[in-house]
């Protein structure tokens, strides 16, 4: 059973097995990402009820780029239909959007769609919503550094002042960006064991649970089973 009062704060999302899902089913792979972004929509919707805080959502990799036209293009026409067709009911139920990764070169109307979601969602106070988009970890970090590398240089910041918080806060996560503290959770579908360059310093302490289940066929019920196994550990953060 779940226990409402041993909630995760934050919960992150590796939605892995699109491919594999269409593959089975001999539908070309963007199918799987139709259907894959069908499972977000219901993710989104069951973290609100269950109470949760704040969600993230693996979208789009900075190494997703290296996949055919055909499916980099499919998947940013399905972020277009989720924001335009889901806008209204974000705002409904009081949820926040916000990006992690900088979309700055992403197709053109999917930009616009989502500065618009982003724009209107901005002072939502339910749940907050975290879209990775042309994210990863690695590259997170490189921007981070330069960014204090930046301001060491115009003399705004002393090299013994970079302390872990200081480097928390120019992430995307962070409180100049999208301000979200650390997910207690990170849970990745399909079976595959990786972080994926998925959130790296920000999960230093986090439960990962992994699923065997395809992200299409991922269910409320799945999604309740991975908190029950988060819920079933003893959490110590390095102490005892
Ligand atoms: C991983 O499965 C999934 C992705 C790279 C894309 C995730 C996109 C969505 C869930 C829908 C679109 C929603 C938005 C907001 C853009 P995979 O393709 O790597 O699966 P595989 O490992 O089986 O090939």
């Known amino acids: 059973m779940l226990d409402k009062n041993r909630m995760p704060r934050h919960v992150a999302i590796i939605m892995d097995g699109n491919g594999r899902w269409a593959k089975k089913k001999n539908l070309p792979r963007v199918a799987g990402h139709n259907a894959g972004m069908k499972t977000m929509k219901k993710i989104v919707d069951h973290s609100d009820k269950l109470g949760i805080k704040y969600l993230t959502v693996y979208a789009f990799s900075t190494e997703n780029w290296k996949r055919s036209a055909a499916e980099v293009t499919g998947i940013f026409k399905l972020l277009v239909t989720y924001v335009n067709s889901e806008l209204k009911e974000l705002i409904d139920n009081n949820v926040k959007v916000t990006v992690l990764g900088d979309y700055s070169q992403i197709p053109q109307d999917a930009k616009k769609s989502l500065e618009k979601t982003l724009r209107e969602t901005r002072d939502n106070t339910g749940l907050q919503f975290n879209i990775a988009l042309n994210y990863g970890g690695r590259d997170e970090i490189r921007r981070a550094v330069r960014a204090i590398g930046e301001k060491v240089r115009d ?86």
């Open 155 to 240: 003399g705004s910041l002393l090299p013994e002042e970079i302390t872990e918080d200081v480097i928390g806060e120019h992430l995307f996560t962070g409180r100049l960006h999208a301000d979200a503290p650390d997910p207690e959770l990170v849970i990745r579908t399909s079976g595959e064991l990786r972080l994926s360059n998925f959130l790296l310093w920000q999960s230093a302490y986090s439960e990962l649970v992994f699923s065997n289940v395809l992200w299409p066929d991922f269910s409320p019920e799945e999604y309740e089973k991975a908190i029950e196994e988060y819920q079933s550990r003893d959490r110590r953060f390095g102490g005892r």
